[in-house]
């Protein structure tokens, strides 16, 4: 029961900082002290009743975590917010939690050989991302024409044609660069996109009213990293660790 009130005790901070990412592309630092201090009476209880080797456990999660999300935040490739919750996670589950409902235990693949729960959530997490390439596809399938996507395959895994008129105060990129020429405008792919401003935008209805370019452009929506971190944080408490069940299922059988 107390391993499931930790879970509880989280989820609000987690599926907040899902609906920050969301709306401004950021999360308050003030979340991630207040979400350690929520969770700091369940550390005591567990190293009281655990003892030394549960803080040595808890020491080692954080350092690896730590050290792991630092490089990737050098690299830029983790955001500053998304390195601080894992580390929180990494303090208040040093380990798997274990959860009895019903007659169920939690997770149900059991615990992994590598015990360490914050980077099986951090594993999840990246394989969940994939789920979004395929949807944007499917989504594409359905909506962009036939003679268009041999054109524009590998747009369709990461983006998706929105009206210019609905460019606006929207957290999106622009997949291409239009620039006006003597023979009039031409677009052409930038890599990592370009970010739609409002001058951006302007130029581009312009272009529409003027007939140089269709309504619809091409958009990429730059998922929030927060969102797969809480799914695989759920998925890490409720299944367990993903790389590790399929390596299990698929490649030792």
């Known amino acids: 029961m107390l391993e499931l009130l930790k879970v509880l005790v989280c989820m609000p901070f987690l599926l907040y900082s899902c609906y920050s ?42 350092a690896f975590i730590f050290g792991f999300v630092y490089i990737l935040f050098q690299l830029n490739a983790f955001g500053g917010a998304d390195a601080k919750i894992m580390m929180v996670i990494s303090i208040i589950f040093p380990v798997f939690p274990v959860i009895h409902i019903f007659d169920q235990i939690l997770p149900l693949q059991g615990i992994p050989l590598i015990n360490l729960f914050a980077f099986s959530v951090f594993s999840n997490s990246v394989l969940l991302t994939i789920i979004v390439p395929i949807g944007l596809f499917l989504y ?32 999106i990129r622009l997949m291409d660069v239009y620039e006006r020429t003597d023979k009039g405008v031409v677009s052409h792919f930038t890599r990592g ?15 529409v009213e003027k007939g140089f370019i ?38 030792v059988m």
């Open 140 to 171: 594409n399938l359905a909506h962009v024409p036939i003679r268009e996507m041999p054109k524009k395959l590998g747009y369709m895994f990461v983006g998706y044609k929105s009206k210019v008129f609905d460019l606006k105060d929207r957290h």
């Open 214 to 251: 269709d309504e619809k452009v091409w958009i990429t929506p730059g998922l929030p990293f927060m969102i797969p971190i809480t799914a695989g944080f759920i998925t890490a408490v409720v299944f367990g660790d993903l790389i590790f069940y399929f390596t299990l299922k698929y490649l």
């Open 193 to 207: 996109g370009t970010e739609l401003d409002n001058d951006v935008v302007h130029e581009l209805e312009e272009y």
């Open 21 to 62: 990412d969301i709306k401004t592309r950021r999360v308050s630092n003030t979340v991630w002290p207040v979400m350690l201090a929520a969770g700091l009476p369940f550390i005591i209880y567990d190293l009281l009743t655990c003892g030394f080797p549960y803080f040595v456990h808890m020491v080692l999660s954080f």
